[in-house]
């Protein structure tokens, strides 16, 4: 039990030899795009919300936001944004289910290993949106994995 | 003198002037059928319209559906079709094309409603077909294959099984088995990655919050137990979710493989020569 901790540490930490930068790629041409992500610079800070529990989430993706992601970037590798999922998870459902919602997609994204398993949007990041995890077969409309969804 | 040499070279155009008209309805038509032929469907259906006006003609009219068919512009393709009467020598091909574009365009229950009382083999064929997509209740395994030639019944047969039996996975199972051992409902629907990241993110903050209290640093053991809780029960809920998906994607993979199956196979219906 002792070493049980020292094991995943270590886990985590070589894992992320899997995805180092090999030799060929860091003298190839880079396709950077330096303009600011309209969506990212035209956040939603307002408070409004019709209960409650949604007041309690905005509230704390608005400090999130303010302090956190603002300064440290764009970085989430989601369309939605972890934040902006947890968001729209509440409006969809109730915060208590939107919360279930947003701590397995926080697990999903800290998954290694989800290169393929997403439809993508246009900037290449994963496209998975909240209504898809409501528990409501209805509102599912599968897109196959690395199609690109150019409703973003 | 300078009058002469320009009424010359005025003149001398007309040598080389056209002799016969671009815009006979012989070289429309060629024009037109060039498009057809080359999947240029939208103009030649422009083409074939020019002449429509200046005379009636049934193949042209069963070309212009073919188009709108081929396009995808089913609306159109279906009156077209529908406007070939009963003498054209073209009825029995329009009528055939009818129902596949009503096939194409999703409109199962009309199909359904249409071809119920006919006997042809092609129009069973696309009735037994129709059902493969709709929830209506399958005709027995052998009457269902009856229809088709042999060397695709065993194909056909697979859709069937399929469609009776989809290889779904449980919610229910997957939930029970993430709240046994988290992640595991996970790794039965497929997903390892996600499974294992599950079961290491609920034990190391259980991990966590146990060695908090063991020490006692009660708030942060509270803390730790918190997210591991939220951890745990969102992963069972993940599991949950993500059998619904999965099906979806049995759903999605099943109607994509028929369709593509289908369209290769002209819906079992003749080929049209007008096509090439």
Redesign the interface.
Known sequence: MKY??TI?SL??LLSMNLYAQSDWEKWGKAENDYKINENFRNRDYSFESDNPGKFIIKSLVNGYWFFISDVDGDNCPFRPSCSAFLLDAAKETNIF?G??????R???D?????QG?YPRVKSGRYYDPAY????S?RK?D?I?ANEIVTSE | MKKIFLLFFFLNSFAHSQTSTLHASENIRKFADHLFSEKDFLRSVSEYEKLLRIEHNDTLEFKIALAYQSIENNELALEKFSGIKYESVFYNESEKEYYKTLFQSGKYEELQNNLSKKDEKGFQRLLYLSYLFTSSELPDQKNFSEPFPLTERENILNFYKQKKEPPYKSSLFSGLMSAVLPGSGKIYLGEIGDGITAFLAASLFTFLSYDNFSHDHNFRGWLFAGLGFFFYTGNIYGSVTAAHIYNAKVDYEYNANLREYLQNKNYFLPPNDFIK
Not at chain 1, 132 to 135: E, K, Q, S
């Open positions: 049980v901790f995943i886990f985590i289910q919360s279930l919602m947003f701590f397995d926080f697990t999903r800290l998954n290694i290993f989800k398993k898809l995890y409501t528990l077969k599912i599968y196959p």
